[in-house]
C-alpha cells in the first residue's frame, strides 16, 4: 500500500485507494452540488469594484486573448478575485470587469491594478467605474429565475487558432445568439498561492505514480520435459610377495649456521561477464577485482648436534597382480520446453493516468509559472427557454473540437434567491471522508478543496490560458460596445526647441491607443511665427485648437472668422480684453477700411496697388485684359488725387495722414470705378467689348461702393490697424452674406495687416502676433482647371505674401474644414499641422503626405474623437496623437448684442479722432453711449434728407419730407441739441463719412451753407428752392454727394 505524502501545510494525511487484481476508477466527476449542501454562509458585505467596458480597440481574437492573459497573470499575485460579467439586456450587451474580496479592507487597489493592467494591454479600451450602489446591474440579477454553475475545463477549437482565421470561440457570437434577451454570465476566479498549486502538484505526481503500477501487467508462462539413461561394467584380480634384510651404523657430529631471508610479491586480476536472457527478460552484468600484496621474512639461527646410531632391519615381500577391466556406456537424452508472456492493460487506468500525466500536471505547472485561478462560473436568465439558449450556446463555444476528460458541464441549481453579492463569491460544500475517498477525482477534475478536506469549491482550477476563454472581449461592435480602430503614433516629441525665452505652450496631452498619458504637447512660441495649419471637419475640436493656441501663446491676436461666431466664447469665459468687430452690423461695432489707404510713407505705393490688384483678381473672376485694365484704374485715381507713383509722394499734401489733409488724398472704389469707365472707354475695344467689360468690372465692383459694404470700404479713411497689433481682436464676417463679399475682407485684412507688421518690425524687431484665417480656402483656394491665369496668380500672391510675414514676426494660423481645397503652398510651408477628424480619402492622402503618415496612419484620421488630433511639428522624428487641453466651449451661452454693442462703440469711440474728426472736434459728442444714438441715426438721417433731394415723384417727396421732420426732431430730442447744432454736427458727420469730390470737400462756403440746407429742408423742397442762395447747393447735394 502506497501513502501520500503531504506539505507540512497540509493538516491530515490520506491513503491511496486499493486496486486489487482487478482495479477500477470513477471517471466522473465529483457530483458535489446533488448530494452536499452549502457547508458556509455567504458575506454579505463583500466588498467589489466594477469597471464597465464600453469601449475597446481593433485586434485579432488571438492578440485580445494574450493581453488577457497579461491582465490575468498580473492579478496573480493579489489576494482578490478578478470578476468577469456579461450582462444581456434588451437594448444591448455590457461587459464589467472588476474584482472582489470579503477580507480586503482597500478594494481601491487591487482595483486600480487591474484599471491599469486593462488599460497597458487592451489599446483603445475604455473604463467606466460602476459605483457599488448602481441598481442596473443588480436589479437585472435580482430578477433572474434560472441559474446554473458551470464546471469542467474549456478549450480551443485547435484547427482554428490560426491568426489569419476567423474565430469561432468569441464571446460576440454568444452575445449575438442571445440578442434582446435579459442574461447574465458571472464569472468569479480567486488567484491561488504557489504552495497551494505545489501541494497539488505532489498529490498530482503520487496519484500518477499510482496509476501507472496498475495500468499494465505482464503474465510469463512455460514448461520443459527430458530423460536420459547410462550402463557400466568391470572385474579386477592380484597378489603381491615382498622379503628384505638391512644392517646399519650410523655416527654423526656436526654444526649448523641458517640464515634466510624471504620476499614475495603478488597481484591478482579477476574479470567476470555474466548473462542471462529468456522469455521477454534479459539480464547482464560484469565484475572487476584487483589485489596487490607485499610479504618480507628474515630467520637466523645456529646449531650442534652429535648421534651415535646402530640398527639391524630384515623384510620379506611377495607380490603377485592379476587384472581385467571391462567398462560400457550407454545414455539417452529427452528435452522439450514451451514458453509464454502475456502483457495485460488496464485502459481506464492507463487513459486516467495519461490525462493526468500529460494534461492535468501540464496544466498545473503553466499555472505556477502563468497563474491559477479557483474559476466559478454561473449562468443566470429570466425564463427557461433563455436559460437554455445561453447554457447550450455556452457549451458549444467554449468547449473545444477536442476529446476531453473535463468537459464542461452545467448544473442547474434549484429553488435560491440570486444576488450580485453571492454571485461574486465562489460556492463552498462539504467535504470530510467522502472528499478523502474520492480525491484522486477531485484531482484528476480539477476540483478545489481546502488543506483540511472539510469541504470543495462548486469551481474548476483554470489556468490563464484556459480563463482568458472565457473572460475575452469581443472583436466585432456589439450593441453597447464600441470598437475602435487604433494605430500607432509616436509618443515623444524634440525637446531641443525653445524661444528665446524658453517660453511654451502647453496645448495637450499624448495619446497612446486612446489612453491619454499624462506627459503634455508642448510647442515653442518662438516657432508660431513659422505658421501652423489647423484642419478638420466640423465639430472635430479645431476651434477648440484654435482657441488654445491664442490664449496659451499670450501673444495679442486677431482671428478671421468668416461663418461663425464661437469666439464670443472667450468673452463669455472671462477674457474680457477681446474686442469683437462685426462688418455689417454697423448698430454695433462700426467698421472702416479704405484699401487705397497706405499704412505709412514708407509703404511702397506701386507694391500696394499690385496686391490690391492681386485681391481684387483672386476675388472677382477677370479674363483677358480686365486685371490689367483694374490696375491702370488705380492708378489712375492716385494720380488724379496727387501721386507720384514713383515717387511714392502726394503733391497735394506733405502729411497725407495729417488731421488736417482728413484723408481727402486717398482714392476710393468710387474714384477707382469713374477712371475704369473712362478707361474702357478710351482703349477703343469697339462697342461690344465695352458693354462686356463694362458689365462684367465696373457694374460688379461698383457692387463696393453701396449699401453697407460701401459704408465701410468706400470711405476716405481706416481704423488704426496698427493699433490693433497690440489687442486681441475677433473680426467675425458672418454678416456678410456673399463668398466674394467674405474673400474680398479677408484678402484686404490680411494685405493690411502684413504691412502694420512690416512697419512695427521695424520698430520692434522682437514684436510677435498672431493671425487666425478660419476658412481659408475662401482666399487661397487652389485654382480648379480652367480658370484664368489672373486668379491663378492672385493666389499665389496671397500664398507668398503669407510665407514671407514670418520675418516679420507675424504668425499665421491657418484652419479650414478641407485641406484639399486649398493650394498645395498653404500645408506644404507650415511648420505645425494640427489634423483633427478628416474622413474623405483626398483630405487625408494630402495631409498625410505632408506629414509623413503612414497609409494605417491616413486610414485612422476617421476615427479621431472629438478633441484629438495627430500633430507635426518640423524636427520631430514622427507625428503624435494628442487630446487637446479643453478651454473655452464654444456651447456656452451667446454673448448678449447689448454687451457687444456697448464694447463696440467703445472701441469705436477710442479712434474717434481718426474716423470721425470732424464730428470729435465739435465737442458735442461726450461718450460713447451718445455716439451710438448719434452715428446711426445721424446717417440715416442724411441719407433720407439726401433721397428727398434726389427724388423725382411728388407724392414719395411728400411722404420723404414729413419722414425727413419727424426724424430730424427726433434725434433733436434724444440728444438734448438745437436745431442749428444738430445741423452743424449733422454736416460734420457727412464730411466726416462721405467720399465728398474733393472740389466740393474743399470749398468753405459750401462747408458753412450746408447746415442752413439742412435746417430749411425742414420744411420741404419748395421752401429749399425758394431761396436763392440755396439753391445752387441742393443741386450740388442731389448730383455730386453721394450717400453714405
Known amino acids: 500500500m502506497h501513502h501520500m505524502k503531504t506539505d507540512k501545510n497540509i493538516t491530515k494525511n490520506f491513503e491511496m485507494p486499493v486496486f486489487g487484481e482487478n482495479p477500477g476508477f470513477n471517471w466522473d466527476a465529483p457530483d458535489i452540488f446533488s448530494r452536499n449542501s452549502l457547508s458556509i454562509s455567504y458575506e454579505e458585505n463583500i466588498k467589489y469594484r466594477l469597471f464597465r467596458i464600453t469601449e475597446v480597440g481593433k485586434e485579432k481574437a488571438g492578440a485580445y486573448r494574450l493581453a488577457m492573459a497579461n491582465v490575468l497573470s498580473i492579478l496573480n499575485g493579489s489576494d482578490v478575485s478578478v470578476v468577469y460579467i456579461l450582462s444581456g439586456h434588451r437594448e444591448g450587451v455590457e461587459i464589467y470587469m472588476g474584482v472582489a474580496d470579503v477580507n480586503t479592507t482597500n478594494i481601491a487597489e487591487p482595483g486600480d491594478l487591474l484599471k491599469g493592467a486593462l488599460e497597458g494591454n487592451f489599446p483603445g479600451v475604455k473604463l467606466t467605474p460602476v459605483p457599488q450602489d448602481d441598481l442596473r446591474l443588480q436589479e437585472c440579477i435580482k430578477n433572474t429565475k434560472h441559474l446554473g454553475c458551470v464546471m469542467g475545463v474549456p478549450s480551443f477549437n485547435e484547427a482554428t487558432q490560426d491568426a489569419e482565421q476567423e474565430d469561432f470561440q468569441g464571446v460576440e457570437r454568444l452575445v449575438n445568439s442571445l440578442n434582446g434577451e435579459t442574461w447574465q454570465l458571472v464569472l468569479v476566479a480567486k488567484p491561488a498561492k504557489d504552495q497551494e498549486i505545489r501541494t497539488i502538484l505532489q498529490y498530482l505526481y503520487e496519484l500518477s505514480t499510482e496509476l501507472s503500477v496498475h495500468a499494465k501487467q505482464s503474465v510469463q508462462e512455460s514448461e520443459n520435459h527430458g530423460d536420459q539413461r547410462n550402463y557400466t561394467a568391470g572385474q579386477q584380480t592380484g597378489s603381491s610377495v615382498s622379503k628384505g634384510e638391512t644392517d646399519g651404523i650410523t655416527k654423526t657430529e656436526g654444526s649448523s649456521t641458517n640464515e634466510s631471508r624471504s620476499e614475495s610479491k603478488g597481484t591478482s586480476h579477476a574479470e567476470g561477464t555474466s548473462s542471462n536472457e529468456g522469455g521477454s527478460s534479459s539480464s547482464k552484468g560484469k565484475s572487476t577485482t584487483k589485489s596487490t600484496t607485499d610479504n618480507i621474512n628474515d630467520t637466523k639461527g645456529t646449531g650442534t648436534s652429535n648421534s651415535d646410531a646402530i640398527s639391524k632391519n630384515t623384510s620379506k615381500t611377495e607380490s603377485w597382480n592379476k587384472g581385467e577391466n571391462f567398462s560400457a556406456s550407454y545414455g539417452t537424452t529427452d528435452s522439450r520446453g514451451i514458453a509464454l508472456t502475456r502483457e495485460r492493460i488496464n485502459k481506464p487506468i492507463e487513459e486516467m493516468q495519461k490525462h493526468i500525466s500529460e494534461t492535468v500536471i501540464e496544466r498545473f505547472q503553466l499555472g505556477r509559472s502563468k497563474g491559477m485561478f479557483s474559476t466559478a462560473v454561473y449562468l443566470t436568465a429570466e425564463n427557461k427557454l433563455t436559460y437554455q439558449r445561453l447554457s447550450q450556446g455556452f457549451l458549444s463555444l467554449f468547449q473545444g473540437n477536442k476529446a476531453a476528460v473535463t468537459p464542461l458541464r452545467i448544473h442547474k441549481i434549484q429553488g435560491e434567491a440570486v444576488s450580485l453579492r453571492k454571485l461574486l463569491q465562489i460556492r463552498s460544500y462539504t467535504g470530510g471522508e467522502w472528499l478523502v475517498k474520492n480525491l484522486p477525482s477531485f484531482l484528476a477534475h480539477g476540483i478545489p478543496f481546502n488543506n483540511s478536506f472539510e469541504y470543495a469549491s462548486g469551481a474548476c482550477w483554470l489556468n490563464t490560458s484556459e480563463l482568458c476563454l472565457l473572460t475575452g472581449l469581443p472583436n466585432r461592435e456589439l450593441p453597447g460596445i464600441k470598437l475602435r480602430k487604433s494605430v500607432d503614433f509616436a509618443v515623444n516629441t524634440s525637446e531641443d526647441i525653445s524661444d528665446n525665452n524658453g517660453k511654451k505652450l502647453e496645448l495637450g496631452h499624448m495619446v497612446q491607443y486612446g489612453r491619454e498619458l499624462k506627459n503634455t504637447v508642448k510647442l515653442p512660441v518662438r516657432d508660431l511665427n513659422k505658421h501652423v495649419f489647423i484642419t478638420g471637419v466640423t465639430g472635430s475640436g479645431k476651434t477648440t485648437s484654435c482657441m488654445k493656441l491664442l490664449l496659451e501663446s499670450g501673444l495679442p491676436f486677431l482671428v478671421l472668422e468668416p461663418a461663425k461666431t464661437e469666439y464670443r466664447a472667450f468673452f463669455a469665459q472671462g477674457y474680457e480684453d477681446v474686442e469683437y468687430y462685426i462688418p455689417g452690423r454697423e448698430d454695433i461695432t462700426p467698421f472702416r477700411l479704405n484699401p487705397f489707404e497706405l499704412v505709412s510713407s514708407r509703404q511702397n505705393l506701386s507694391g500696394h496697388i499690385s496686391t490690391l490688384t492681386a485681391t481684387l483678381t483672386a476675388v472677382y473672376p477677370m479674363e483677358a485684359a480686365m486685371p490689367q485694365l483694374v490696375e491702370e484704374a488705380i492708378i489712375l485715381a492716385y494720380r488724379k488725387l496727387g501721386w507720384d507713383i514713383q515717387g511714392n509722394r502726394n503733391y497735394l499734401e506733405r502729411d497725407p495722414w ?383 454727394i453721394p450717400f453714405i
Not at 856 to 862: E, I, N, S, T, V
Request: overall charge negative; some cysteine.
Open 658 to 1040: 495729417s488731421k488736417s489733409a482728413a484723408g481727402r488724398v486717398w482714392p476710393t472704389f468710387t474714384d477707382m470705378l469713374g477712371e475704369l469707365d473712362g478707361l474702357i472707354q478710351s482703349k477703343g475695344m469697339g462697342r461690344e467689348f465695352e458693354e462686356k467689360y463694362r458689365g462684367s468690372l465696373v457694374a460688379r465692383l461698383s457692387n463696393l461702393t453701396e449699401g453697407i459694404k460701401g459704408r465701410m470700404l468706400n470711405t476716405r479713411r481706416s481704423m488704426n490697424f496698427d493699433a490693433l497689433l497690440d489687442r486681441r481682436v475677433v473680426i467675425e464676417l458672418e454678416e456678410l452674406k456673399s463668398e466674394q463679399d467674405k474673400a474680398l475682407f479677408m484678402g484686404l485684412i490680411i494685405s493690411r495687416l502684413g504691412e502694420c507688421m512690416k512697419q512695427r518690425h521695424r520698430e520692434q524687431p522682437d514684436f510677435q502676433h498672431l493671425t487666425l484665417v478660419e476658412e481659408a480656402h475662401r482666399l487661397l483656394a487652389r485654382p480648379e482647371p480652367g480658370e484664368s491665369d489672373a486668379k491663378k496668380m492672385g493666389v499665389e500672391m496671397f500664398a507668398n505674401l503669407l510665407s514671407e510675414v514670418r520675418k516679420y514676426g507675424e504668425g499665421l494660423i491657418i484652419a479650414d474644414q478641407i485641406p484639399n481645397k486649398l493650394i498645395s503652398d498653404v500645408i506644404k510651408n507650415t511648420h505645425t499641422k494640427i489634423v483633427h477628424r478628416l474622413f474623405a480619402a483626398d483630405d487625408r492622402n494630402s495631409m498625410g503626405d505632408a506629414m509623413g503618415l503612414t497609409d494605417d496612419q491616413k486610414d485612422f484620421l476617421p476615427h479621431l474623437q472629438t478633441g484629438e488630433t495627430i500633430m507635426y511639428c518640423g524636427g520631430w522624428h514622427a507625428p503624435v496623437r494628442v487630446q487637446i487641453i479643453p478651454g473655452p466651449s464654444t456651447d456656452e451661452a451667446d454673448l448678449p448684442e447689448e454687451r457687444l454693442k456697448e464694447k463696440g462703440w467703445q472701441l469705436f469711440w477710442e479712434q474717434g479722432n481718426l474716423m470721425l474728426p470732424q464730428v470729435m472736434d465739435s465737442k458735442a459728442i461726450e461718450n460713447s453711449e451718445n455716439l451710438s444714438v448719434f452715428m446711426p441715426e445721424g446717417v440715416a438721417l442724411l441719407n433720407l434728407f439726401l433721397q428727398m433731394l434726389k427724388e423725382k415723384a411728388r407724392d414719395l417727396i411728400t411722404i420723404l419730407e414729413q419722414r425727413y421732420n419727424e426724424d430730424f426732431h427726433n434725434l433733436k430730442d434724444k440728444l438734448n441739441f438745437s436745431e442749428e447744432k444738430l445741423a452743424e454736427l449733422l454736416i460734420c458727420l457727412l464730411w466726416d463719412s462721405a467720399c465728398i469730390p474733393m472740389s466740393f470737400a474743399m470749398d468753405d462756403l459750401f462747408r458753412k451753407k450746408s447746415p442752413e440746407l439742412l435746417i430749411e429742408g425742414l420744411k420741404g423742397r419748395k421752401a429749399i428752392s425758394e431761396k436763392s442762395a440755396l439753391k445752387e447747393i441742393e443741386d450740388s447735394y442731389r448730383d455730386h
